[in-house]
């Protein structure tokens, strides 16, 4: 079945540091992949998608890139700051089928130390 | 007045009560969504309304029974639970159920105590 894996976390980073967490995933056909982000005490939020082979997902200086060659969907960020401490997950959705849902990864911890 | 609003926040419930959580979302969305989210665990989905009609469900308990009486509202009814279902429950909602790449918009959440 679907599945998308994360590198294991927590991550921690000083402010201004380079970001990546990897995500790859396994998938029959063509999915969109996205990156939630949770903040504590709160919901997830949309980060990025990107729906197609080749795209780039960006918002807020984050940055995915969408490989079908390596199937991954790997997170960037140039110099992450102290308010990106949060949680990281790494998302497919497949078109039609039974497959309205979801797939998440486990997600990541981020701590960005000033 | 943000996308997806969910009530309460929190809520701590004996093992024999029985609450409701509430789920709004004023996006014009005609998928709405349950998920449990709880420590150490990934991210469960439990039940999948798709133009009021219940399209997935999740081999969830009975104590948990869904209702969503229109598209903007979602409901999840709570009696006899367990401690073990403690955990911060999330509505969401997208475009469409089958859609794949329509994102799903995330309420905040209600974190729930069963003791």
């Known amino acids: 079945g679907d599945s998308v894996t994360q590198m294991e976390g927590p991550v921690t980073l000083s402010e201004e540091a380079f970001l990546t967490i990897n995500c790859t995933y396994t998938?029959?056909?063509?999915?969109?992949l996205f990156w939630y982000v949770q903040y504590p005490g709160e919901g997830l939020q949309l980060l990025l998608k990107?729906?197609?082979?080749?795209d780039k997902g960006s918002n807020k200086g984050f940055e995915a890139t969408y490989r079908k060659e390596t199937t991954s969907f790997h997170l960037e960020k140039g110099s992450v700051q102290v308010s990106d401490s949060a949680v990281y997950f790494c998302?497919?959705?497949?078109?039609?089928?039974?497959?309205?849902?979801?797939?998440f990864g486990k997600g990541t911890k981020l701590s960005v130390k000033p | 007045e943000t996308g997806v609003t969910q009530t309460p926040r929190h809520l701590v419930m004996g093992m024999t009560n029985k609450k409701s959580l509430k789920c709004e979302q004023h996006?014009?969305?005609?998928?709405m969504y349950w998920y449990k989210q709880s420590a150490k665990k990934p991210l469960e989905l439990m039940f999948v309304?798709?133009?009021?009609?219940r399209v997935e469900n999740n081999s969830v308990p009975s104590r948990f029974s869904p209702e969503c009486p229109n598209s903007s509202h979602l409901f999840l009814h709570l009696h006899t639970l367990q401690p073990e279902d403690s955990a911060l429950y999330l509505c969401?909602?997208?475009?469409?159920w089958g859609q794949g790449n329509s994102p799903l918009h995330f309420g905040n959440g209600t974190r729930l105590t069963v003791t």
């Open positions: 969401a909602s997208s475009q469409d």
């Open positions: 998302a497919l959705r497949r078109y039609g089928g039974s497959q309205g849902n979801l797939i």
């Open positions: 998938a029959t056909g063509y999915p969109s």
């Open positions: 309304y798709s133009l009021e009609e």
């Open positions: 996006l014009g969305h005609n998928a």
């Open positions: 990107a729906t197609k082979a080749d």
